[in-house]
C-alpha cells in the first residue's frame, strides 16, 4: 500500500491497523464507511470498548497524517467516517475508468491488492479477498482486450505478466504468457509459467482457482519431449562449476554459497504414471525453491549415466534427492531419501509415506508443502552437525553462521556465547549480510529472555541496534524477515512493525516453519490468541522434528494458557520442557499454568527447575520482560505464577 503526495513524500500511517482503515476508506470513495464495519474487520476479537478505543486510536492517527494535506481529512457523521482527499488519485477506482490505458498498467498493476496487509485478521482477510475478486471481475474484460489487442508479442507479455501479477486467477493471462515462450523456442520458460501458474492459483484453503491443465496443454504442443522427458527438464539454471569432490573445502567455498540439491525424477511404479510424478516434481520443486539456503536443480539421469554419484559431485552438487511413488488399488506409497554427495552416495535421511488409495493425488492435502520443509531442515541439520564434529579445512562466513546456529539450539550459557562469538567473528569478514545481524539480534534477544545478561537496558539497545542494522540493509529472505520481526515484537516495543515483517518473510516463504513460529508468537503478544494457536500449529505441521519445536510448544502453551485453556497449556508447556529443558520461557508458562490447577499449589519441580535456570526470578521480573501487550493477558500470567508460588 502506498500514500503519496505529489511530490511522492508518503504519508502514509505507521500502523498497520490505521493503513488498513485508510485503505477501506480509500476503496469506498465518496460513500460513508460504518465504523461497526470497521471495528468487526480489524478488532472483532476485542471487547466492544477496547475495539472503539483502537479505532479511534487509528482514526486520530489518520488525522495527523492528513493534517499538511490542504482539503483533506476525514469527516465523522454519527456512526460513520469519509475520507476527503481534493484532488485525488487512487488506482482501485482509476482502473474502472475509461482513461486506464495499457500503458498504465505496469505502474498500477505491481501485485495483488493490499498484499503487505494481509494477515492482520481474518475478517479483513475475507474482505481483501473479496475486494480483489470484486475488482477483477469489473475489469476482466477490459484486460482481455488489453490482451488481444496487443501490438506485438513482447508487448503482450508485459501486459499478461501485469496482469497475473495482479489476478492470479486470471486463466487467459497464464496461457499468453506460456505461448509467448513456447513461440520464443523456450519451453523451459513455459514450463515455469505452469510452475507459477500451479503455485500461485491455489487459494487459502489449497484448492487451485481454475483448471490449470489448459496452461500445461499449451506448453506441450510446440515441444517434442514427451511426458516422461518433461519431468526432467532442466529449468534453464546454470549447472555449478566443476569442484574438488568428496568432502573438500569447496563445500563452503564462498561465503554465502547454497547447497546445491540435485533432484533425479520421482520414478513412477505400479499403476502411477509418468504425468503423476512429475506433477510431485514440481510441487516439491516450487516450494523448495522458496529456502534461500538450497538450490534445487532438476537433473535428467539419462545425461548423468554410469558413475552418477561421482559425477555429481564433481559438478559441484552437494545432496540428491531420490523418489519413487508407488499407486495400487488399495494404497499410494510415497518413498524419498536423501544423500551426501561429497561422501560418496551416503543416505542421511528417508522417509516413506502411506495413504489409502482414493484417485485423488498425494499433493492434494499438503503433500509437497509438508515434505518441502523438512528436507531443507533435514540439509541444515545434516550441514551443521557435519561441521561440528568434522574439522573445516577453512573457517568462512557459512560455516561460522551454521556453527552458531547449532550452538543456539542448545540454549546454555555457554553455548550462546559461542554462537555469540562466531557471529561476531563472522560479522568482520561480511559487515553487508543482513542475516549476520539478524542472527546476533536473535542470541542476545535469547540471553536477555533468559535472564542472563548484567546489564538489561544495555542488551535492549544492543538489540535493537542490530536489528534496525539488519533491515537497513534491505533483506529480502524469509529467515531474516522473521528474525527480525520476531526481535522487534519481543523486545522494542514494536509489535505492529513486528507483525508487518512476518507477513512479509510469509509472502517470501509460506513453508518457512520458523516464519509461523514467530508470527504466532506476535500474535500471542497482540492479544489474539487463537490466531496465534492456529499459525503455531501450522509451524508444528510443516516440520514437526524442527529443531525450534521446543520453542512451538512454549509458544503454544503460552496461547492457550492466556485464552484460558489451562489442561492443553500445560500439557504443550510439558512437551517443551521434554524437548529443551534449558528453556526458561517453558517453565514460566508452565509454572503458571499449574497454579490454575484444582490444588492451586502449582507444580513444585518445575518451580524449583525454573529457579535453578533463574536463581532471582520473581513475579515483577517476568512481568518486566514480558511482549505481552493487554493487561490482561498480563494479569493472568502473573496471577498464576504467583498461586504457584513465585516470589512476587
Known sequence: MQADLANDRSFLPCNRKSRAVLAVLAIAGAKPV???????????????????????QSVHELRSCLAPLQGAGLQSAGDRLTLRIEPNWIDVLFVQTPEFLPRHMLNVFRGPLLGDLAGLSDPFDTWILAERKSLAEKIRHKLERFLAGAPD????????????????????????????????????????VYHRCLTETRTRDGQLAFDVSAVLAQCLPATTLNAS?????????????????????????????????????????????P???????????????????????????????????????????????????????????????LRDLQMKGEIFWSQRICRPSSGATLFDADFATLLAPQIAAEISKYQAIFLEYCPALRRNVRELV??????????DRHSLAEAERLLSEATKRDDRHPALFAWSAYVQLLQLGQGWTSDVEATQRRVGELTDKALSLNPETASVLSI????????????EEGLSLQEQALSRNPYLPSAWLFSGLAHTYAGEHKEAVSRLQRAKQLSPADQQAYFIDMGLSLSHLLDGDTGNAL?????????????????????????????????????????????????????????????EDQTRLSDGLRMAGLPR
Not at 564462498?254 to 513412477?268: E, G, Q, V
Not at 548423468?304 to 531420490?322: I, K, N, P, S
Not at 490454575?596 to 533463574?614: C, F, I, K, N, P
Request: include cysteine.
Open 484 to 495: 527480525a520481526g520476531h526481535v522487534l515484537a519481543f523486545n522494542q516495543n514494536r509489535l
Open 153 to 192: 508479442d513482447e508487448t503482450m507479455a508485459r501486459i499478461a505478466e501485469a496482469i497475473v501479477s495482479f489476478d492470479t486467477s486470471h486463466e487467459a493471462a497464464w496461457r499468453a504468457l506460456a505461448s509467448f515462450h513456447i513461440a520464443r523456442g523456450n519451453p523451459s520458460a513455459a514450463l515455469d
Open 571 to 631: 500439557t504443550a508447556s510439558m512437551n517443551a520442557i521434554r524437548l529443551n529443558p534449558n528453556f526458561s520461557s517453558s517453565f514460566k508458562v508452565g509454572v503458571s499454568a499449574s497454579g490454575y490447577t484444582d490444588q492451586g499449589r502449582g507444580d513444585a519441580r518445575m518451580l524449583q527447575r525454573l529457579l535453578v535456570l533463574e536463581p532471582a526470578l520473581t513475579v515483577e521480573r517476568v512481568l518486566s520482560r514480558s511482549p505481552l501487550t493487554r493487561r
Open 34 to 56: 460504518s465504523r461497526n464495519l470497521l471495528i468487526d474487520l480489524l478488532w472483532h476479537t476485542r471487547g466492544r470498548e477496547q475495539a472503539q478505543a483502537s479505532l479511534r
Open 275 to 337: 504425468e503423476f510424478a512429475m506433477c510431485i516434481d514440481w510441487q516439491i520443486q516450487s516450494a523448495l525453491c522458496k529456502f534461500e539456503e538450497l538450490s534445487c536443480i532438476p537433473v535428467n539421469p539419462a545425461r548423468v549415466g554410469e558413475g552418477a554419484l561421482v559425477h555429481l559431485a564433481e559438478t559441484g552438487f552437494d545432496f540428491m534427492l531420490e523418489a519413487c511413488i508407488d499407486r495400487s488399488a488399495d494404497q499410494d506409497q510415497f518413498i524419498l531419501r
Open 229 to 273: 522427458e518433461l519431468q526432467t527438464i532442466e529449468t534453464g539454471s546454470a549447472a555449478p562449476r566443476p569442484q574438488h569432490a568428496f568432502r573438500s573445502e569447496s563445500r563452503f567455498a564462498a561465503p554465502w554459497r547454497s547447497a546445491h540439491l540435485a533432484m533425479l525424477p520421482t520414478r513412477a511404479l505400479g499403476n502411477a504414471t
Open 402 to 411: 551454521l556453527k552458531a546456529s547449532r550452538s543456539v539450539q542448545r540454549l
